[in-house]
């Protein structure tokens, strides 16, 4: 039996982290780090995770190897080792903003990424790859066909509008789940797919609602807009996030499978606004407002199939992820060392 919600790897792993700087990437770098006896690579062209402070005492600390490089270059692999245990793939340019913004260049990058990644696997040894997918896949199933939620694995993927830009980050996402669940069956590597729900925490960047909702109270916005208030969404704590996809590499029996990893601690958007309010010590009005077009009114993931299979059990309630994470982008702000946009 494993021991319930710790992954049980043993030492001596050769472990790749591709896009291992950015938000998710250096959490799961930090817990190998501190609780693995495995050596080590971050590969990532820093265009979003930096080399900040964080970084560079992880990497020094630990003794990790950066790779610098993008991933939209084939050349780019020729700096790897030959042969990995485990890869992580974490790599995207990810965000509604990009999407909206600059689709072309999601579709361009995040498929020459993901392609790039396989083409390299078919000439290396690799035993296993974890990809990390998006809940964005199935919101146009629930929005479209009303499907259920708490939304399980097994869910129909469905893009509602393909011309619409926001959704290009879902299309590449869809590419990476096909792409990698079918090379490793022909190739003979492992592959397993996590699909993340609304991770945050310390060091996410500030294209996320967490981090814009600090700025926005810092300047005392008021009326304060609630944009999307009656929406929901189910919270997922980085630490908890780190240990369902570590648990999701690790365990025995999840090659070729799919899990969602969040919380099914599901609340409003018009909550998290007050509650991030409270602890800004605001006293301005609220406004409700309507939200991005695209943004699925209802999100939670059933996260039944990592509780069973992986023994995963998120910890962390969301006002006290919410405290932990509004404090630190208040000290990040404050500290004048601003790295990220
Ligand atoms: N954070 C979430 O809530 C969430 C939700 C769903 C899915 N995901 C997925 O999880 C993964 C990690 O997310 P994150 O929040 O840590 O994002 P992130 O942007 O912080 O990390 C992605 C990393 O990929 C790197 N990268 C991007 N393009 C690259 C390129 N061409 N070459 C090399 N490196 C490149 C970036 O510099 C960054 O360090 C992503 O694939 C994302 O799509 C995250």
Known sequence: MQNQNTPSGVGGKNVLLLGGAGFIGYNITKYLAENRNYTLTIADNFARGKQDDYFKELVE??????????????????QLDEAYDQVYMLASVVGVDNANSIPHEIIRINTALIFNTLE???????????FTSTSECYAGTIEAFGYTTPTPEEVPLCIQDIGHPRF??????????????????????????????????????????????VVR????????????????????????????????????????????????????????????GELMNYKGTFENAPTYPG??????????????????EPKVMW?????????????YLESGKLVYE
């Open 319 to 331: 006002k006290e992820g919410l405290k932990i994470t509004v404090d630190w982008y208040n000290e």
């Open 120 to 130: 390299w696997i078919r000439r290396s040894k690799v035993g296993k790859v974890l």
């Open 168 to 213: 290009t980050y879902a299309v590449t996402k869809m590419l990476g789940e096909s792409g990698f669940l079918n090379y490793a069956r022909i190739l003979g590597f492992e592959a397993t797919i996590v699909r993340y729900h609304n991770v945050y925490g310390p060091r996410m960047g500030f294209k996320h609602v967490i981090p814009h909702l």
């Open 295 to 312: 943004s699925v009114s209802r999100r939670c993931p059933d996260i039944t199939k990592a509780r069973t299979q992986l023994g995963f």
């Open 61 to 78: 600390k630990h003794n990790i190897k950066v790779v610098a490089g993008d991933f939209t270059d084939p050349a780019t692999f020729n």
């Open 217 to 276: 109270y810092r300047k005392n916005e008021d009326p304060f807009k609630v944009y999307g208030h009656d929406q929901t969404r189910a919270f997922c704590y980085i630490d908890d996030a780190v240990m369902g996809t570590v648990l999701a590499m690790e365990q025995p029996g999840t090659n070729g499978e799919i899990f969602h990893i969040g919380t099914q601690d599901e609340i409003s958007i018009g909550d998290l606004i007050h509650y991030a």
